[in-house]
């Protein structure tokens, strides 16, 4: 005789469905019909939509954003709303620098926990995927690695890395045209130059420059990859990115939602990246630990290693024990270092050559300003060795000829304008607040927020936001915007920059207004670092090649964590970067 607990087993198992069911029907017509009715956003002018209609691509594809930014701002203002997964969610954007202001420098803000969670699968908790009382200690903790000082004897490293991709592009020269010596109708004689020229993809050998550029300068580890791209490390992160770089569909949204889908359903990207998350945590729990030992070895004998890595370390041990990063913390900013110091850095650089290809006249300019600095000084190339003296300050006699000059300057600035490597940011609403506003918004009922209204005789300056609400910074939009640049802001014009000649700090600062590198408590701290390569690569490279555009080819850009460029129609092949070049 079967038990009557046993029995009644069907019927509980009916009830606790038709409960769940029920709540689940509850909270989607909370989320799709009742919360949006409280939701203040909803009184902000802005695009309508269908139901579940979304304007996420439209803001967040750089082939679409700019027009979208362009037309949103003429119809809506400098403040407005648009619709995230649908009406349900309601998402703030703002040109307003009142307004981004108090965003980015509030607790209040933080990055969602959905992109959090993206980059810590990649570059677990380091600087970037971080946020709070987390965050402001990492910031503090590496902000010495990128001292002035401190990016002033990399310059060294750059140099260095720069005077071997020159070396490599002569390679490949000269390996194509003896492939064609002899045929006077050959590919090499044709195209935009008048004497042999050769298509090199920038990009890519940017990009393994900029690799070594980090792995030297970050912790004092060469991955070779200008010579071969074999280094088991090196590898490893290149297929990491790359994954990365498909973006997120529907399938990995959810996994954001339910981790133990990854562990359930493994496919061919998640065993890559796990593979080569394990090769990186086993080379860096290595780096680590000898970084410790050196640096305790440097404390009795006072020979100290300057690469970020070992400033890292330094700054680390002056905090309290319980405020210390652990060695794995350590081993993510490595991580975070990689990203952030080799491909936001080369996509901006490969931008520059870009631009210098489009507009010769202002590359003849700069190369003319650069021939008062020597690509070469003599010594330089005779001892690279990192523990020479003498190349060290060559170097920085160098680097501090070419860092006053001002057309390099102003081209660097113009190219991280239109093109910045982080298109935009996200933040979401830790609880409900006030945003204060500069510039005033035309409410849907006809009242206006952030100016005297007349009728009301109420003097209103914020708009109300509520606890959990998306809002974007348009990064690339505000670079963009003609209200700060003038009617000009989609065009490439370094000399914009003479009026900020006084004005170095490249971050939105009265006199500058550059979004590249963030605001406010998480602006980017390494925009020194960038700048500094940027301006060695491009001062060491130029007065040796000549660049032009390579034929019909036609590059784009696609919004993965870096805005990167590809070749039209050539999607599935990843970052490509054509240029023409030719050896001067």
Not at 104 to 123: A, D, V
């Amino acid at each position: 005789m079967v038990p009557s607990y046993i029995a009644l087993i069907p019927q509980a198992c009916f009830v606790a469905a038709v409960v769940l069911g029920l709540r689940v029907v509850a909270w989607f017509v909370y989320m799709m019909v009742i919360a949006p009715l409280s939701d203040p956003m909803r009184h902000l002018p802005g695009p309508d939509g269908s139901l579940l209609e979304s304007h996420i691509q439209r803001v967040m594809d750089p082939e679409l954003s700019f027009q979208t930014y362009k037309d949103w701002r003429t119809r809506y203002g400098k403040t407005f709303r648009f619709q995230g997964f649908g009406r349900h969610d309601y998402r703030l954007m703002t040109f307003d620098i009142r307004a981004i202001s108090h965003i980015m420098s509030s607790s209040n803000y933080e990055k969602p926990w959905q992109t959090r969670s993206f980059l810590g699968r990649l570059i677990g908790k380091g600087i970037f995927s971080s946020e709070g009382r987390a965050h402001e200690l990492q910031r503090r903790i590496v902000a010495p690695a990128f001292s002035h000082h401190s990016v002033t004897r990399a310059t060294t490293i750059f140099f260095r890395k720069a005077d071997e991709v020159c070396d490599r592009w002569r390679d490949i020269i000269a390996e194509r045209m003896e492939q064609t010596r002899g045929d006077a109708h050959s590919s090499a004689h044709q195209g935009p130059f008048p004497v042999p020229s050769t298509v090199v993809d920038i990009a890519a050998w940017i990009s393994r420059a900029s690799f070594d550029v980090i792995g030297l300068a970050g912790f004092g580890y060469d991955f070779h990859a200008l010579k071969d791209e074999s280094e088991e490390v090196y590898c490893a992160y290149r297929k990491m990115f790359r994954i990365a770089d498909k973006g997120l569909n529907l399938w990995q949204i959810l996994e954001l939602y339910f981790p133990v889908l990854r562990k359930i359903f493994v496919t061919d990207d998640i065993r890559i990246t796990n593979e080569s998350k394990k090769i990186i945590a086993k080379a860096g729990q290595a780096i680590v630990a000898e970084k410790k030992r050196a640096f305790q070895e440097a404390q009795v004998h006072g020979d100290e290693e300057k690469d970020l890595l070992t400033l890292l370390i330094k700054s680390n041990l002056h905090n309290s024990k319980e405020l210390r990063l652990t060695d794995e913390e350590l081993q993510d900013q490595c991580s975070t270092f990689l990203l952030a110091g080799s491909d936001s850095v080369s996509t901006a650089i490969s931008w520059c050559f870009q631009f210098l290809a489009m507009y010769p006249d202002v590359q003849i300019r700069l190369r003319r300003e650069l021939s008062g600095a020597p690509y070469k000084i003599e010594g330089l190339e005779s001892d690279n060795s990192m523990d020479s003296g003498f190349v060290d300050t060559s170097a920085r006699a160098r680097w501090y000829e070419i860092a006053r000059m001002p057309l390099l300057d102003h081209v660097i600035r113009e190219t991280l304008r239109l093109h910045p490597p982080v298109h935009s940011t996200i933040r979401v609403a830790l609880k409900d607040d006030y945003v204060p506003l500069h510039h005033p918004v035309t409410l849907r009922n006809g009242r206006l927020v952030g100016s005297h209204d007349q009728r009301s005789e109420i003097w209103e300056r914020d708009i109300k936001i509520r606890k959990g609400t998306y809002v974007h910074i348009p990064l690339e939009g505000y670079n963009l915007s003609q209200d700060q640049w003038g009617e000009d802001a989609l065009s490439f014009n370094p000399d914009r920059w003479k009026q900020f000649r006084h004005k170095n700090t490249p971050s939105l600062t009265p006199g500058s207004n550059l979004m590249t590198f963030g605001y406010g408590s998480s602006s980017c701290l390494g925009y020194r670092f960038t700048i500094a390569e940027m301006k060695v690569f491009i001062a060491t490279i130029l007065p040796q090649f000549e660049f032009a555009l390579a034929g019909d080819v036609e590059v784009s850009r696609f919004n993965a964590i870096i805005t990167r460029p590809y070749v039209k129609g050539k999607w599935s092949e990843g970052t490509q970067m054509p240029i023409s070049i030719r050896e001067l």
